[in-house]
């Protein structure tokens, strides 16, 4: 379930009358018109695949994502495989981990940093980049982001423009809100598996 807070915002962003469409610049070389969301800045505070698949999107359509991932690891997919992509640039003759294909599949057209969420240091570093974002995508159980200051509030007192994605597999509200939401446990609950 998507829950989408501050699409007000939407109202904010530049419309073009389609006529005047064909009479951009060209962007960057590929004889086109620019892509319908170049300009706007999406902090993905995503993982695993539905989180990671919105903002992947929003990518193609020109959209500048920023991915956050956990120190130390990663996005918990960079490690799923096979099947993997092996590393080509390796010049030590280190043996390093390959590049889960689950992972590439899912996150192109993205720069990545990782972000201690637990430290002061990490949350201002968070703080500053909702600041400079249009958009922000989050798949975290509900209520775990407000619990380290990054919430729907926390954010649009930052950023009062700010549309705010939330993706999760029970809603905001109701009994399983807390619950992880997975495509296994839906199957399973729905009675597909049994198909």
Not at 114 to 141: M, P, Y
Not at 168 to 186: E, F, H, K, L, N
Request: glycine share 10%; charged share 20%; net charge positive.
């Amino acid at each position: 379930m998507i829950t989408i807070r501050g699409l007000r915002s939407l109202r904010a962003l530049p419309s073009v009358p389609r006529r005047y469409l064909q009479t951009f610049p060209a962007a960057s070389g590929s004889g086109g018109i620019p892509p319908p969301l170049k300009g706007i800045k999406v902090l993905d505070l995503t993982r695993i695949l539905a989180g990671p698949t919105a903002t992947m999107l929003l990518g193609d359509l020109g959209a500048d994502i920023v991915k956050v991932e956990q120190i130390g690891k990663g996005d918990d997919t960079r490690s799923w495989y096979p099947p993997s992509a092996p590393l080509t640039n390796v010049q030590d003759g280190s043996d390093q981990t390959p590049e889960s294909a689950y992972f590439l599949a899912v996150n192109r057209n993205k720069r990545s940093i990782t972000v201690n969420f637990k430290s002061k240091e990490g949350v201002a570093l968070l703080h500053r980049l909702v600041a400079q974002s249009d958009v922000l995508v989050e798949n975290f159980i509900p209520g775990k982001l407000a619990e380290m200051g990054l919430g729907w509030e926390d954010c649009t007192k930052i950023n009062p423009r700010l549309i705010y994605a939330s993706i999760s597999g029970y809603g905001q509200t109701g009994p399983y809100r807390t619950a992880a939401g997975y495509d296994v446990i839906i199957e399973g609950e729905a009675g597909l598996m049994h198909m």
